[in-house]
RNA sequence: CGGGGUAUGGCGCAGCCUGGUAGCGCAUCUGCUUUGGGAGCAGAGGGUCGCAGGUUCGAAUCCUGCUGCCCCGACCA
């Protein structure tokens, strides 16, 4: 965000990157929702981050907003990195389009189907493999224009029997989907790769142990697939690895994604050590590892990559003429990410007896600056004069200046778990110092304003 | 989709068995005091008790039907 973001003191914009909490729409709830089982969801409405609508329907509030906004951001950094390029397809599909890849009847009752007022029969998407595939053949001939990866971040509807756990498993939900289009096996491959490495860098900048598993192909198909998983005492399912993917770090940034073998090597790496979920489990492979290796823990799976070759291009007519002349169908993967459920995965890895501790580049604002006396004017100004310089700096700041007691204050910060909390009190005040407390560690630091500035404004503090 | 619950003010709940005109805590509003870990006192507002029928002089309460939501299981980004 620029330093030009921030013009507006009363805070109408809501693209601003500073904000009072008193002009703020942030509905806390003290009590817990009794329908909430999990400690996401819990602190989701908490929090006023999410309301239910329906069963498994949920709206964004402002806050749950904010942090969805700045996973995508991460995702779409991390795709575009990679080489995907992207787009947007609509919701609302024509049941036609599935009849032809033949998964219109395949489906079954978790596709919602839609009839228009000429009695058409439509759908909203559940995934995206026959549009994009529609899309990619209305356009693309040649094997020169390979390979492609295009990707849109939008949200599905899958009609879940039994949804539950909040945004962790809604029936709408948004999906940041990718697909590949490659002229043969090996193309593909690559691409697989490169995806693969672009969702370990992924969900490590949102401070998460993504570990890819081996995994079934389901209804989408195929033979090659991984789910990534984060551990996370309450995740949904059993899973089984080294411990080696414990303290592993993601590629570099500047990894080269055009080299083939480079890519091969990162998917080789991270597919040395054994890694699965329950459904792909062998517990003789399992044992055969030292004692001290093995993890057996709860995951969440928060992404989901295929390569199904030409199970789409085949039935859909996505050809391209080769070097040879000849029509070929092209080889396809498909890359889902869930940043709904990555909002509620990061709350369960990462959260304490007081509330979320949001890692810094996925928190709804970097910095809870509060006011610890409210119209004492010795902190109403110093706290009026951080709030400004560090909305000028580009920090997210949300400015508690309501007229509350401190100790509700620090409650709500602690709930909404901001990575650092900025206390100006006029205890501090009189000896020229502001308090900075870090939610995750706990560490409080004693600062003069202006240090407690230069701290604030580190982008990795 | 099978099984089990539940529905009363914004949230959490009591009242229902044994029908008699709706209550508690939190939140909200006003005032005063208070201000470094969810303040105190005083006052106030807010509910056709999920919907539709039925029984009854009278229904939140009893009966019938429907709907929403939640939980357990089988299924899933």
Not at 234 to 256: K, M, N, W, Y
Not at 303 to 325: C, L, Q, W
Request: glycine share 8%; net charge negative.
């Amino acid at each position: 965000m620029t330093p030009s973001a921030f013009k507006c003191p009363a805070n109408r914009p809501t693209d601003s990157n500073a904000m009072r909490l008193s002009r703020y729409f942030l509905p806390i709830l003290r009590e817990t929702p009794k329908e909430a089982e999990i400690v996401s969801h819990r602190l989701m409405l908490r929090a006023g981050m999410i309301r239910q609508e329906s069963a498994g329907i949920y709206a964004f509030l402002p806050l749950g907003l904010r942090v969805l906004n700045k996973i995508n951001a991460i995702v779409r950094e991390e795709q575009n990195r990679a080489g995907a390029i992207e787009l947007l397809m609509p919701t609302i599909q024509s049941a036609d389009l599935w009849r032809e890849s033949g998964r219109y009847d395949d489906y079954g009752k978790e596709m919602l189907r839609i009839r228009d007022r000429h009695e058409r029969d439509m759908l909203y998407g559940p995934t995206n493999e026959e549009m994009i595939t529609e899309i990619f053949r209305a356009y693309v001939r040649s094997y020169r224009d390979l390979p492609l990866n295009l990707y849109h971040i939008q949200w599905k509807f899958r009609d879940e029997v039994r949804p539950r756990f909040g945004v962790m498993r809604g029936r709408e939900f948004l999906m940041k989907d990718a697909y590949s289009f490659d002229l043969d096996e090996a193309g593909a491959r690559h691409s697989y790769n490169r995806m693969f490495t672009a969702y370990l860098r992924t969900f490590a900048r949102m401070g998460l142990k993504a570990i890819p598993m081996r995994a079934d192909t389901g209804p989408i198909g195929g033979d090659l697939s991984h789910e990534f998983i984060v551990l996370a005492s309450t995740g949904e399912s059993q899973v089984f690895c080294h411990r080696d993917f414990l303290d592993r770090s993601a590629p570099p940034a500047d990894i080269d994604f055009e080299d083939r073998a480079t890519m091969q090597g990162v998917f080789d790496s991270w597919t040395a050590h054994y890694a699965a979920t329950e459904e792909m489990h062998d517990a003789e492979k399992f044992a055969a590892l030292p004692a001290a290796a093995q993890v057996s823990a709860r995951g969440i799976e928060v992404g989901h990559i295929f390569y199904f070759g030409t199970k789409y291009s085949e039935p859909m007519r996505a050809v391209v003429n080769g070097p040879d002349g000849r029509e070929t169908p092209v080889h396809m993967g498909s890359y889902g990410i869930g940043p709904s459920r990555l909002a509620a995965a990061i709350i369960e890895a990462s959260h304490d007896e007081a509330g979320m501790i949001w890692p810094r580049a996925v928190a709804p604002f970097e910095v809870g600056l509060a006011n610890l006396k409210v119209g004492d004017a010795a902190t109403d100004a110093a706290c009026a004069d951080l709030y400004e310089k560090l909305g000028r700096a580009g920090v997210d700041v949300l400015y508690d200046d309501r007229d509350e007691r401190p100790g509700a204050k620090f409650a709500t910060l602690d709930l909404i778990g901001l990575p650092w909390q900025a206390i100006v009190g006029p205890k501090g005040l009189a000896e020229g110092r502001i308090e900075l407390k870090n939610r995750r560690s706990g560490e409080r630091l004693s600062l003069s304003p202006e240090e407690a500035f230069n701290k604030l404004r580190e982008v990795d503090a």
